[in-house]
């Protein structure tokens, strides 16, 4: 029930494309799901962050989905870009619960 | 901005030998963490604080130990390095701020190398 699980392990998405990364959940105490995106050599950093009281949240070309019924969400990138290459995380929290990460996504995004 | 400051950057400890990571964090969080990162396994929780001498262990706290005498600090201690402790060691802070959520502040990251 404490699981986050996360696909695709990899991706690698054309300049200009749209890249999609999906995590699901099982544990419905949980009502705070960031996206932490971390660059080579560097610590994970919050990116962008859904409650489920929303379907969507959209920050410039990063936007989540969010599907409570199938206890589901993911992150589009629109019109991805090389400097988007990096490993992005998934992670949920709440309800006494600490903050359980998906096993990350290593993003490439070529030229 | 927040800062936390993990030390020691890239470390090579022989087995056998007592490790010390140390880290510190600039915004009087409550929270303090130790995570482990390995390809394909993602951020598990070594141990977490959520106050000063308070301990309290996470889901990978074998063969480690940890330390928080001052709220700013917290350490990560490997009383014998195992070269199966080789990895990447990530320091993070938080503090709750209701509607936000518990946002979660990393360190750069500590590279272990055990030989």
């Known amino acids: 029930q404490q699981q986050v699980k996360q696909s695709p392990q990899s991706l690698i998405v054309q300049k200009g494309g749209i890249s999609i990364i999906n995590c699901a959940y099982e544990n419905t105490a949980f009502d705070y799901f960031p996206w932490y995106q971390q660059f080579p050599g560097k610590g994970p950093a919050l990116l962008i962050a859904i409650r489920p009281d929303v379907s969507e949240k959209k920050e410039g070309r990063f936007t989540i989905s969010f599907n409570k019924s199938a206890k589901q969400f993911s992150l589009h990138i629109m019109d991805s870009q090389p400097g988007d290459s990096a490993t992005y995380f998934c992670?949920?929290?709440?309800?006494?619960?600490?903050?359980?990460f998906g096993a990350g996504t290593r993003l490439f995004v070529k030229a | 901005d927040v800062k936390v400051t993990q030390s020691s950057r890239y470390l090579v400890k022989r087995t056998g030998e007592k490790v010390f990571l140390e880290c510190v964090q600039d915004m009087d969080h409550e929270n303090m963490f130790w995570y482990r990162q390995d390809p394909g396994l993602g951020l598990r929780l070594i141990y977490f604080s959520y106050d000063v001498k308070m301990k309290e262990k996470g889901d990978i706290p074998e063969g480690y130990s940890v330390s928080r005498e001052k709220k700013e600090r917290f350490s990560l201690i490997l009383e014998s390095a195992s070269t199966n402790q080789t990895s990447m060691y990530l320091c993070?802070?938080?503090?709750?701020?209701?509607?936000?959520?518990?946002?979660?502040?990393f360190g750069e990251g500590s590279w272990l190398t055990v030989v």
């Open positions: 993070a802070s938080s503090t709750w701020t209701g509607s936000s959520g518990n946002t979660i502040y």
């Open positions: 992670a949920a929290s709440g309800g006494g619960f600490k903050t359980i």
